[in-house]
Protein backbone atom coordinates (compact mmCIF):
# COMPACT_ATOMS: atom_id res chain seq x y z
CA UNK A 1 0.00 0.00 0.00
CA UNK A 2 1.44 3.20 -1.09
CA UNK A 3 1.23 6.38 1.74
CA UNK A 4 0.94 9.69 -0.59
CA UNK A 5 2.80 11.39 1.51
CA UNK A 6 5.83 9.09 0.71
CA UNK A 7 8.07 9.70 -2.37
CA UNK A 8 8.42 6.15 -4.81
CA UNK A 9 11.30 5.66 -7.03
CA UNK A 10 12.58 2.45 -9.04
CA UNK A 11 15.26 1.06 -6.95
CA UNK A 12 17.88 1.26 -9.85
CA UNK A 13 17.24 5.12 -9.65
CA UNK A 14 16.91 5.95 -5.83
CA UNK A 15 20.68 6.82 -5.63
CA UNK A 16 21.03 9.24 -8.98
CA UNK A 17 22.81 12.17 -7.96
CA UNK A 18 24.04 14.79 -10.86
CA UNK A 19 27.71 13.83 -11.22
CA UNK A 20 27.82 17.33 -13.64
CA UNK A 21 27.89 15.62 -17.02
CA UNK A 22 26.83 18.73 -18.64
CA UNK A 23 24.39 17.17 -21.14
CA UNK A 24 21.16 19.39 -19.88
CA UNK A 25 23.26 22.84 -19.91
CA UNK A 26 24.44 22.51 -23.68
CA UNK A 27 21.06 21.29 -25.50
CA UNK A 28 20.27 24.63 -26.27
CA UNK A 29 16.84 23.98 -24.12
CA UNK A 30 15.04 27.44 -23.53
CA UNK A 31 15.30 27.09 -19.57
CA UNK A 32 12.42 29.18 -17.81
CA UNK A 33 13.29 31.34 -14.96
CA UNK A 34 10.25 32.02 -11.93
CA UNK A 35 10.50 36.13 -11.40
CA UNK A 36 11.36 35.18 -7.86
CA UNK A 37 14.64 33.61 -8.86
CA UNK A 38 16.17 36.91 -11.25
CA UNK A 39 17.41 39.14 -8.18
CA UNK A 40 19.94 36.53 -6.88
CA UNK A 41 21.21 35.50 -10.36
CA UNK A 42 21.98 39.25 -11.65
CA UNK A 43 24.12 39.36 -8.51
CA UNK A 44 26.50 37.63 -11.41
CA UNK A 45 26.43 39.63 -14.36
CA UNK A 46 26.34 43.23 -15.03
CA UNK A 47 23.66 43.49 -17.75
CA UNK A 48 20.65 41.89 -18.44
CA UNK A 49 21.57 40.14 -21.70
CA UNK A 50 21.35 36.63 -20.09
CA UNK A 51 17.37 36.41 -19.78
CA UNK A 52 15.70 36.51 -23.21
CA UNK A 53 11.71 37.44 -23.18
CA UNK A 54 9.57 34.38 -23.15
CA UNK A 55 6.10 35.60 -25.08
CA UNK A 56 3.24 33.52 -24.33
CA UNK A 57 4.83 32.09 -21.26
CA UNK A 58 2.54 31.63 -17.53
CA UNK A 59 3.21 35.26 -15.62
CA UNK A 60 5.68 33.67 -13.05
CA UNK A 61 8.09 33.01 -16.11
CA UNK A 62 10.28 35.94 -16.08
CA UNK A 63 12.05 34.83 -19.05
CA UNK A 64 14.15 32.19 -20.81
CA UNK A 65 18.01 31.48 -19.79
CA UNK A 66 20.11 32.69 -23.14
CA UNK A 67 22.45 30.27 -24.60
CA UNK A 68 25.58 30.68 -26.49
CA UNK A 69 27.57 28.62 -28.93
CA UNK A 70 26.54 24.95 -29.14
CA UNK A 71 23.42 25.11 -27.32
CA UNK A 72 25.34 25.90 -24.26
CA UNK A 73 23.81 27.85 -21.45
CA UNK A 74 25.56 31.31 -20.78
CA UNK A 75 25.63 29.70 -17.15
CA UNK A 76 27.98 26.73 -17.84
CA UNK A 77 31.09 27.40 -16.85
CA UNK A 78 33.18 24.53 -15.86
CA UNK A 79 29.64 23.58 -13.94
CA UNK A 80 27.06 25.66 -13.16
CA UNK A 81 27.76 29.75 -12.17
CA UNK A 82 24.23 29.83 -9.87
CA UNK A 83 24.76 26.71 -8.43
CA UNK A 84 28.25 27.25 -7.27
CA UNK A 85 27.14 30.69 -5.86
CA UNK A 86 23.77 30.31 -4.79
CA UNK A 87 23.32 26.57 -4.66
CA UNK A 88 20.64 23.63 -5.91
CA UNK A 89 17.61 26.62 -4.05
CA UNK A 90 18.57 29.34 -6.50
CA UNK A 91 18.21 27.26 -9.88
CA UNK A 92 15.47 27.59 -12.02
CA UNK A 93 12.94 24.78 -11.61
CA UNK A 94 13.72 23.16 -14.71
CA UNK A 95 17.28 22.92 -13.83
CA UNK A 96 16.42 21.72 -10.30
CA UNK A 97 13.98 18.98 -11.99
CA UNK A 98 15.97 17.67 -14.36
CA UNK A 99 16.68 14.72 -15.31
CA UNK A 100 13.55 13.56 -12.89
CA UNK A 101 10.13 13.20 -14.24
CA UNK A 102 7.16 13.74 -11.80
CA UNK A 103 4.16 12.07 -11.34
CA UNK A 104 1.87 13.05 -8.41
CA UNK A 105 -1.61 11.28 -7.86
CA UNK A 106 -3.28 10.04 -4.68
CA UNK A 107 -0.69 7.39 -4.15
CA UNK A 108 2.28 9.35 -3.45
CA UNK A 109 4.55 11.75 -5.71
CA UNK A 110 6.49 9.00 -8.39
CA UNK A 111 10.21 9.92 -9.88
CA UNK A 112 11.40 8.34 -13.27
CA UNK A 113 14.30 9.94 -15.06
CA UNK A 114 15.30 10.55 -17.98
CA UNK A 115 18.11 8.62 -19.67
CA UNK A 116 19.21 11.87 -21.73
CA UNK A 117 21.00 12.34 -19.22
CA UNK A 118 24.15 10.64 -19.18
CA UNK A 119 24.60 9.78 -15.23
CA UNK A 120 20.68 8.49 -15.53
CA UNK A 121 21.59 6.36 -18.39
CA UNK A 122 24.71 5.05 -16.82
CA UNK A 123 22.16 3.74 -13.87
CA UNK A 124 20.49 1.40 -16.42
CA UNK A 125 23.98 -0.35 -17.29
CA UNK A 126 25.19 -0.35 -13.16
CA UNK A 127 22.05 -2.32 -11.83
CA UNK A 128 21.91 -5.56 -11.18
CA UNK A 129 18.98 -8.23 -10.71
CA UNK A 130 15.36 -7.03 -10.58
CA UNK A 131 14.05 -3.65 -9.92
CA UNK A 132 12.01 -2.56 -7.48
CA UNK A 133 9.85 0.13 -6.20
CA UNK A 134 11.10 2.06 -3.20
CA UNK A 135 10.26 4.68 -1.21
CA UNK A 136 12.91 6.88 -1.94
CA UNK A 137 14.46 10.83 -0.98
CA UNK A 138 12.53 13.99 -2.43
CA UNK A 139 11.85 14.63 -5.75
CA UNK A 140 13.41 17.15 -6.22
CA UNK A 141 16.04 18.43 -3.34
CA UNK A 142 15.34 22.27 -1.90
CA UNK A 143 12.46 22.18 -4.19
CA UNK A 144 8.59 21.49 -4.49
CA UNK A 145 8.31 18.60 -7.42
CA UNK A 146 6.61 19.54 -10.26
CA UNK A 147 5.29 17.22 -12.99
CA UNK A 148 2.20 16.08 -14.17
CA UNK A 149 -0.27 16.52 -10.99
CA UNK A 150 -3.62 13.49 -11.04
CA UNK A 151 -4.72 13.68 -7.47
CA UNK A 152 -8.06 15.30 -8.20
CA UNK A 153 -8.61 12.96 -11.84
CA UNK A 154 -10.21 10.16 -12.28
CA UNK A 155 -7.63 7.03 -11.62
CA UNK A 156 -6.39 5.56 -15.27
CA UNK A 157 -8.98 3.40 -17.50
CA UNK A 158 -8.84 -0.04 -17.20
CA UNK A 159 -11.47 -0.14 -20.62
CA UNK A 160 -12.78 2.38 -22.86
CA UNK A 161 -15.78 2.45 -20.40
CA UNK A 162 -14.29 0.97 -17.19
CA UNK A 163 -11.87 2.60 -14.51
CA UNK A 164 -9.12 1.01 -12.34
CA UNK A 165 -9.04 1.86 -8.67
CA UNK A 166 -5.42 3.19 -7.56
CA UNK A 167 -4.63 -0.15 -5.69
CA UNK A 168 -5.16 -1.82 -8.68
CA UNK A 169 -3.39 0.62 -10.98
CA UNK A 170 -0.60 0.54 -7.89
CA UNK A 171 -0.66 -3.32 -8.32
CA UNK A 172 -0.51 -2.96 -12.26
CA UNK A 173 2.87 -0.51 -12.58
CA UNK A 174 4.75 -3.24 -9.79
CA UNK A 175 3.74 -5.95 -12.02
CA UNK A 176 5.29 -4.11 -15.24
CA UNK A 177 8.38 -3.44 -13.51
CA UNK A 178 9.00 -6.98 -11.99
CA UNK A 179 7.78 -8.79 -15.44
CA UNK A 180 10.80 -6.04 -17.39
CA UNK A 181 13.00 -6.55 -14.86
CA UNK A 182 12.87 -10.61 -14.09
CA UNK A 183 14.62 -13.12 -15.96
CA UNK A 184 17.64 -11.62 -18.01
CA UNK A 185 17.71 -13.82 -20.62
CA UNK A 186 13.85 -13.45 -22.02
CA UNK A 187 13.89 -10.65 -24.75
CA UNK A 188 12.48 -7.02 -24.38
CA UNK A 189 10.23 -8.04 -27.42
CA UNK A 190 8.99 -11.56 -25.04
CA UNK A 191 8.21 -9.55 -22.00
CA UNK A 192 6.29 -6.95 -23.86
CA UNK A 193 3.91 -9.31 -25.75
CA UNK A 194 3.71 -10.78 -22.45
CA UNK A 195 2.40 -7.28 -20.90
CA UNK A 196 0.06 -7.16 -24.20
CA UNK A 197 -1.36 -10.71 -23.69
CA UNK A 198 -2.27 -9.69 -20.10
CA UNK A 199 -3.96 -6.01 -20.55
CA UNK A 200 -6.22 -7.98 -22.51
CA UNK A 201 -6.62 -10.76 -20.15
CA UNK A 202 -7.03 -7.87 -17.44
CA UNK A 203 -9.83 -6.13 -19.44
CA UNK A 204 -12.24 -8.79 -19.00
CA UNK A 205 -12.34 -8.15 -15.33
CA UNK A 206 -15.41 -7.23 -13.64
CA UNK A 207 -16.08 -5.59 -9.96
CA UNK A 208 -17.83 -7.78 -7.39
CA UNK A 209 -15.61 -11.29 -7.52
CA UNK A 210 -12.18 -9.94 -6.54
CA UNK A 211 -10.12 -6.51 -6.14
CA UNK A 212 -8.25 -5.92 -9.46
CA UNK A 213 -5.33 -5.98 -7.65
CA UNK A 214 -5.47 -9.79 -6.71
CA UNK A 215 -6.49 -10.02 -10.24
CA UNK A 216 -3.51 -8.61 -11.61
CA UNK A 217 -1.61 -10.85 -8.66
CA UNK A 218 -2.72 -14.07 -10.70
CA UNK A 219 -1.98 -13.30 -14.23
CA UNK A 220 -0.09 -15.73 -16.11
CA UNK A 221 2.60 -14.60 -17.76
CA UNK A 222 2.27 -17.40 -20.41
CA UNK A 223 -0.13 -15.91 -22.28
CA UNK A 224 1.62 -14.01 -24.92
CA UNK A 225 -0.74 -14.29 -28.09
CA UNK A 226 1.19 -12.69 -30.83
CA UNK A 227 4.15 -13.21 -32.66
CA UNK A 228 7.17 -12.19 -31.29
CA UNK A 229 9.78 -10.12 -33.34
CA UNK A 230 13.42 -11.24 -32.87
CA UNK A 231 15.59 -9.05 -30.70
CA UNK A 232 17.74 -6.18 -32.05
CA UNK A 233 20.30 -6.29 -29.04
CA UNK A 234 22.23 -9.25 -27.94
CA UNK A 235 21.12 -11.04 -24.48
CA UNK A 236 24.04 -9.59 -22.80
CA UNK A 237 21.88 -5.95 -23.07
CA UNK A 238 18.42 -7.10 -22.45
CA UNK A 239 18.38 -5.91 -18.68
CA UNK A 240 19.75 -2.53 -19.81
CA UNK A 241 16.88 -2.21 -22.34
CA UNK A 242 14.13 -3.60 -20.50
CA UNK A 243 15.77 -1.50 -17.27
CA UNK A 244 14.34 1.52 -19.76
CA UNK A 245 11.24 0.16 -20.26
CA UNK A 246 10.75 -0.37 -17.18
CA UNK A 247 11.26 3.45 -16.44
CA UNK A 248 8.86 4.38 -18.95
CA UNK A 249 6.11 2.22 -17.00
CA UNK A 250 6.91 3.33 -13.80
CA UNK A 251 5.40 7.22 -13.17
CA UNK A 252 3.77 6.62 -16.75
CA UNK A 253 2.08 10.43 -17.53
CA UNK A 254 0.76 7.83 -20.12
CA UNK A 255 -1.55 6.51 -17.74
CA UNK A 256 -3.96 9.74 -17.21
CA UNK A 257 -3.30 11.15 -20.42
CA UNK A 258 -4.17 8.42 -22.14
CA UNK A 259 -6.52 6.06 -22.30
CA UNK A 260 -5.03 3.86 -19.13
CA UNK A 261 -3.90 0.25 -19.34
CA UNK A 262 -3.64 0.15 -23.22
CA UNK A 263 -1.31 3.46 -23.89
CA UNK A 264 0.65 2.98 -20.97
CA UNK A 265 1.75 -0.38 -22.68
CA UNK A 266 1.91 1.37 -26.09
CA UNK A 267 4.09 3.88 -24.66
CA UNK A 268 6.39 1.26 -23.95
CA UNK A 269 6.27 -0.38 -27.77
CA UNK A 270 7.25 3.22 -29.33
CA UNK A 271 10.07 3.48 -26.42
CA UNK A 272 11.19 0.14 -28.19
CA UNK A 273 10.84 1.15 -31.45
CA UNK A 274 12.11 4.47 -31.19
CA UNK A 275 15.76 2.42 -29.55
CA UNK A 276 15.46 -0.50 -32.23
CA UNK A 277 15.13 2.52 -35.13
CA UNK A 278 18.24 5.27 -33.41
CA UNK A 279 20.53 1.47 -33.13
CA UNK A 280 20.03 1.04 -36.61
CA UNK A 281 20.83 4.16 -37.27
CA UNK A 282 24.01 3.93 -35.31
CA UNK A 283 24.93 0.60 -36.92
CA UNK A 284 24.36 2.19 -40.42
CA UNK A 285 27.94 4.47 -39.37
CA UNK A 286 29.74 2.06 -37.56
CA UNK A 287 30.41 -1.69 -38.44
CA UNK A 288 31.22 -4.42 -35.63
CA UNK A 289 28.60 -5.43 -33.07
CA UNK A 290 26.94 -3.26 -30.55
CA UNK A 291 29.04 -1.82 -27.96
CA UNK A 292 27.30 -0.62 -24.57
CA UNK A 293 29.09 3.07 -25.35
CA UNK A 294 26.66 3.00 -28.65
CA UNK A 295 23.85 1.57 -26.90
CA UNK A 296 24.15 4.08 -24.04
CA UNK A 297 24.39 6.91 -26.87
CA UNK A 298 20.90 5.07 -29.03
CA UNK A 299 19.30 5.47 -25.19
CA UNK A 300 19.94 8.85 -24.79
CA UNK A 301 18.57 10.01 -27.98
CA UNK A 302 15.82 7.95 -27.42
CA UNK A 303 14.98 10.12 -24.07
CA UNK A 304 15.67 13.11 -26.05
CA UNK A 305 12.81 12.46 -28.61
CA UNK A 306 10.08 10.65 -26.32
CA UNK A 307 10.59 12.89 -23.21
CA UNK A 308 12.05 16.58 -24.02
CA UNK A 309 10.82 16.75 -27.68
CA UNK A 310 7.65 14.98 -28.27
CA UNK A 311 4.04 16.82 -27.76
CA UNK A 312 2.87 14.58 -25.00
CA UNK A 313 -0.52 15.37 -25.20
CA UNK A 314 -0.58 14.70 -28.95
CA UNK A 315 1.26 11.31 -28.24
CA UNK A 316 -1.29 10.62 -25.54
CA UNK A 317 -3.75 10.60 -28.25
CA UNK A 318 -2.53 9.02 -30.55
CA UNK A 319 -1.43 6.01 -28.42
CA UNK A 320 -5.22 6.03 -27.51
CA UNK A 321 -6.76 6.28 -30.82
CA UNK A 322 -8.43 9.90 -30.28
CA UNK A 323 -6.69 11.50 -33.27
S1 LIG B 1 21.20 27.43 -15.15
FE1 LIG B 1 22.88 26.10 -14.51
S2 LIG B 1 21.96 24.04 -14.35
FE2 LIG B 1 20.56 25.32 -15.58
S3 LIG B 1 21.14 24.97 -17.73
FE3 LIG B 1 22.28 26.80 -17.01
S4 LIG B 1 24.26 25.98 -16.29
FE4 LIG B 1 22.84 24.24 -16.44
Not at 291 to 296: D, E, M, N, R
Request: aromatic share 6%; hydrophobic share 40%.
Amino acid sequence: MNDPRRTYWLSMHASYGCRHAGACCSSGWAIALEREKVDAIQLLRADRGWLLPAPGAPTEVAGVIAYGRGGRCVFHRDGCEIQRASGHDALPSACQHFPREVLIDPRGIFVTLSHYCPTAADLLFEHHGPVEIVAGPPAVPGGTPEGLNAVDVLPPLLTGSMLMDHEGYAAWEAHMVQTLTTRDTRSPEEALAILDGQVKSLQRWRPGKSPLADAVRNLRDDCADTAIPEPFVSVTFFPVVKRLLAAHAFASWMAYQGNGLPSVVRKLHLTLATLRMEVAGLRDRACGPLTASALKDAIRQTDLQLVHLADRDHLARRLSGWV
